[in-house]
């Protein structure tokens, strides 16, 4: 009995401690962010809100850029965002409302680099879910952010589909 639970616990330490393959990073530049069409906040403050969005989305990223090969980066350079819905005002409350005139969008260009810095893949893009709110996913449902990063979902897939290394 003592063997097979100092087997069981070396293949889990084992396991735990092996390097993932998984290793691609990611840098996410905001560039002149206070033109952004619309990273409006309803209720909360406004840079809290910012700070939020940013950091949400930044992480992504970062589990996108993950599914990439070792000693890859991929570097983003967002300059536009506009989120799923319209803030609007009533009473002291604003709120965000989504409806599927308010469709999300993100304006960005991107770098994909080897590990020695070379260029692998770039491009300036405009991604948009104009059928965001018809989609079956639930992968998102419930989370913040669900429409936009199931957007970014679809467009990394399609544009990296040749380098995405699978669990």
């Known amino acids: 009995m003592k063997t097979s639970i100092y087997i069981v616990t070396l293949l889990i330490s084992t396991l735990l401690l092996t390097p993932t393959v998984f290793a691609a990073d990611s840098e996410v530049i905001w560039t002149d962010y206070k033109s952004y069409r619309d990273i409006n906040e309803g209720n909360d403050g406004r840079k809290q809100f910012r700070e939020r969005t940013f950091k949400d989305l930044e992480k992504h990223f970062a589990t996108l850029a993950a ?3 070792e000693g890859q980066t991929l570097k983003i350079d967002v300059t536009d965002v506009d989120l799923a819905g319209d ?6 409350n604003r709120m965000r409302i989504v409806k599927h005139m308010y469709s999300p969008r993100m304006n960005f260009s991107y770098q994909l680099l080897d590990a020695d810095g070379t260029v692998i893949k770039s491009d300036d893009v405009v991604v948009k879910d104009m059928n965001f709110m018809s989609g079956n996913s639930l992968k998102y449902r419930n989370k913040s952010l669900g429409y936009e990063k199931k957007m970014l979902d679809d467009w990394f897939d399609k544009t990296f589909k040749e380098l995405i290394i699978t669990k």
């Not at 803030?87 to 002291?92: D, S, Y």
């Open 87 to 92: 803030t609007h005002i009533g009473g002291i």
């Open 67 to 69: 599914t990439l090969p």
